[in-house]
């Protein structure tokens, strides 16, 4: 697996997280069940949060398999 298959296999599960987290905290607010909305906006934040990191590692310096040439 190479390493930009890894990443968007971690986004995915970011995404399935983000998608879950949506279904629980619509449930919640439908059915008046404070904890469920809660961990729901939980389950939110950390799903996108996953996606990011996993979908922009690629920006980071050092990270990169290809070299950039140095422009004198």
């Known amino acids: 697996m190479k390493k930009s298959e ?8 970011g995404v399935a997280l983000w998608l879950s987290g949506l279904y629980t905290t619509i449930v919640g607010l439908l059915y008046d069940r ?16 996953i996606a990011v990191i996993a979908l922009n590692l690629i920006s980071i310096p050092g990270l990169s398999s290809k070299k950039k040439p140095i422009s004198r």
């Open 6 to 13: 890894r990443r968007v296999a971690i986004a995915l599960v």
């Open 34 to 49: 404070p904890a469920e909305f809660r961990y729901g906006v939980l389950a939110i934040f950390f799903g996108v949060a």
